[in-house]
């Protein structure tokens, strides 16, 4: 029975912890805009092919404004996001060269 416990507990947690490494993955977009005031910045993704290739930007929060410093419009980026209650907030930032 301890045994059968300790088994469900350890699957449990990696059932839980399987989103937390598939929000981390980085993702591409194109950024539509920024708000250095809010700290908020809005990205539209990149799509792979041509399938949903007309999706709408979405609004991010910023980890640290640091990371938008040398971001503009227009500028395509890698980056990647985490949930944090209802906003979606970016913890890694990257330009594309």
Same mark, same amino acid.
């Not at 999706?55 to 410093?69: G, L, P, Q, R």
């Given at each position: 029975m301890k !045994?059968?416990?300790?088994t #469900?507990?350890?699957?449990? !947690? #990696?059932?839980?912890s399987?989103?937390?490494f598939?929000?981390?993955?980085?993702? !591409?977009?194109?950024?539509?805009?920024i708000?250095? #005031?809010?700290?908020?910045?809005?990205?539209?993704?990149?799509?792979?092919g041509t399938?949903?290739a007309n999706?709408?930007?979405e609004?991010?929060?910023?980890k640290d404004?640091?990371?938008?410093?040398n971001?503009? !419009?227009?500028?395509r980026?890698?980056f990647?996001?985490s949930?944090?209650g209802?906003?979606k907030?970016?913890?890694? #930032?990257?330009?594309?060269?």
């Amino acid at each position: 029975m301890k !045994a059968a416990t300790i088994t #469900l507990a350890t699957v449990a !947690a #990696l059932v839980w912890s399987v989103p937390a490494f598939a929000a981390d993955q980085g993702t !591409a977009g194109v950024v539509t805009g920024i708000n250095r #005031l809010n700290g908020t910045i809005s990205i539209k993704r990149v799509q792979s092919g041509t399938v949903g290739a007309n999706t709408a930007a979405e609004d991010f929060k910023i980890k640290d404004n640091a990371m938008i410093e040398n971001v503009h !419009a227009g500028d395509r980026v890698n980056f990647s996001t985490s949930d944090s209650g209802a906003a979606k907030t970016i913890t890694k #930032l990257d330009r594309q060269k």
